[in-house]
Every structure is written in structure tokens, then in C-alpha cells.
């Protein structure tokens, strides 16, 4: 009769503290954000200040000059259309990139002889910097969308290519022996071991190469261009035009948050459907 009444306070007493622990996550989520904004509230009003009388206001222009160039670009159709075509360069470099990364990171982790092979070799390649080999696509494909998606490609290629390669290496044995012991065939063994044991690395690679994609469309818009964001920003470093500068560096910005936000909701939904989130969660808990 005690051990029951224990429990059922127990119960109660867990059913009690549940909300009170959410209740105090999405205050601290809240306070997070609130400060987030203060911290940017805080270096906005200095900026202003200091602009001018300590910092060269022709350097780094006032935030309300910013406000103003970045109104004005958004308003124009040709912003809009820099946007467009530097949003098409990235998103086709980087499904392009992961690809080409996850297709060859699978062959070469497969086949364990020709991966020894060709990997100085694939090595040897991505000790280029990428942007050196603009000039080189330029060539090939001209000045049009075409250069800045290979520029994007091979920076993402090889991220998404040594994740998934070094992961099937890393990949256990014994539970892939365990597997074909109890009579599984080879889509048994992607499933149970393979698939779950590339997954984590394999979105860890998404969100190290969205950024990576991004640089290399950037920086090749700044080499050769006719539009898009890079485009933009050249011209008003060439125009010592600090305004348009912040404010084709915050458009920058917002690319960069919507694609990290967009690959962070596909990891957590991913691992979510492959059973895997609770894992990440209890190492996240451990590191």
C-alpha cells in the first residue's frame, strides 16, 4: 500500500514538474532571444554614434545610411533580380555539389581499393583554393550562371565527399557481420547500419558546405559578373560606396540564415524519421 501511494506521488509529482520544465526552456529561449536583440540594438546605436567623430564615417557609413541603401535595393527590380540569380547559383552548386560528393564518397568507401587509388589524387585537387579556379571555369563556361555553379560545386563536392567516404571506413565491421549472420542481404545492412552510421556526417557536410557554397558564388561574382548580389557589392567597393556595401552584406546574411535554417529543420527532421535524434541528444548531453 505504501510502494503504491510512493508511486502514484511519484507520478504526480513527475506530470507536475514536466510543464515547469518546459515552462522554464522557453523562458530561457526567450531571454536568449531578447538579449540576441539587445547585443544588435546595442552595436547599432554605437555605430551610429561612433561613426563620424571616432570611425571614418566613409569606411563604414551609419546604420541609418545603411537602412536607407538597403530600402532602396530591395525596392528596385534589380535587386530583386541580383537576388534571384545569386540564389539560383547557390542552390543549383549545392544540390549539384552533394551529388557529385555523395556519389563519389559511396563508390570510393565501397570499392576500398579504388578509393587508396584516386584519394591523393582527390586530395591533391582540393588543396587548390577554389577561388583560383575561377578564372579556369570562366573559360569554359563564360560569364554567365554556369561559372559561379562550379566554383560552388567544387567547394561543396569535396566536404560532402571525404563525410561520407570517411564515414563508410569508419564504418563497424562487426555489426555488419551480425547483420549478414542473421540472414541479411545487402539492403539489409544499408538500412540497419549503413544509412544510420552516414547520416549524422552526412548533414554535418550540409552545413559546413551551405556556407561554402555561398563564398564560391561570391567570389566569383566579384571576378567576373554581369549580376547577382556579388555583382553588386564589387560595384560599390569600386564606388568607395559604403552604404550599398553593408547593405548587400546584410542581404548576404539573410541568404546564409534561411539556408542554415533550412538545413538545420532537414537534419533534425531526417534523424528524427531514421530513430536517430534521441542519440544526438544524449552525445550533445555528454560533449
Do not use: C
Not at 561559372?147 to 566536404?159: D, H, P
Request: proline content about 4%; aromatic content about 8%; hydrophobic content about 55%.
Amino acid at each position: 500500500m505504501v510502494t503504491a501511494t510512493r508511486s502514484a506521488e511519484e507520478r504526480a509529482t513527475g506530470t507536475a514538474t514536466r510543464p515547469r520544465r518546459q515552462g522554464g526552456r522557453w523562458r530561457g529561449a526567450t531571454t536568449v532571444v531578447l538579449l540576441r536583440i539587445a547585443v544588435i540594438i546595442v552595436a547599432g546605436v554605437l555605430w551610429q554614434v561612433l561613426s563620424g567623430p571616432v570611425l571614418p564615417e566613409y569606411a563604414v557609413s551609419k546604420p541609418t545610411d545603411v537602412v536607407d541603401a538597403l530600402g532602396t535595393f530591395l525596392r528596385s527590380s534589380q535587386g530583386w533580380t541580383d537576388i534571384k540569380v545569386t540564389s539560383i547559383e547557390i542552390l543549383a552548386g549545392f544540390g549539384i555539389g552533394v551529388a557529385l560528393g555523395t556519389v563519389a564518397g559511396l563508390v570510393l568507401g565501397s570499392f576500398r581499393v579504388l578509393g587508396q587509388v584516386l584519394e591523393p589524387l582527390i586530395a591533391a585537387i582540393n588543396g587548390i583554393p577554389k577561388i583560383a579556379l575561377a578564372p579556369l571555369f570562366l573559360l569554359f563556361f563564360g560569364i554567365g550562371i554556369w561559372s559561379k555553379i562550379a566554383i560552388a560545386v567544387t567547394g561543396v563536392s569535396f566536404v560532402v565527399f571525404y563525410n561520407i567516404y570517411l564515414g563508410l571506413r569508419l564504418r563497424q565491421r562487426e555489426l555488419v557481420e551480425i547483420v549478414q549472420v542473421m540472414g541479411g542481404r545487402r539492403h539489409h545492412v544499408l538500412s540497419y547500419v549503413t544509412i544510420p552510421t552516414l547520416a549524422a556526417p552526412f548533414f554535418a557536410a550540409l552545413k559546413t558546405s551551405g556556407p561554402l557554397a555561398i563564398l564560391g558564388v561570391i567570389g566569383a561574382e566579384f571576378i567576373a559578373s554581369a549580376e547577382g548580389v556579388g555583382h553588386e557589392l564589387f560595384v560599390a567597393a569600386s564606388n568607395l560606396d559604403a552604404p550599398n556595401e553593408f547593405a548587400g552584406l546584410i542581404v548576404l546574411v539573410v541568404m546564409t540564415l534561411i539556408l542554415n535554417g533550412i538545413l538545420g529543420w532537414l537534419d533534425a527532421f531526417a534523424l528524427k524519421k531514421l530513430g536517430l535524434a534521441g542519440r544526438e541528444r544524449a552525445r550533445a548531453r555528454k560533449a
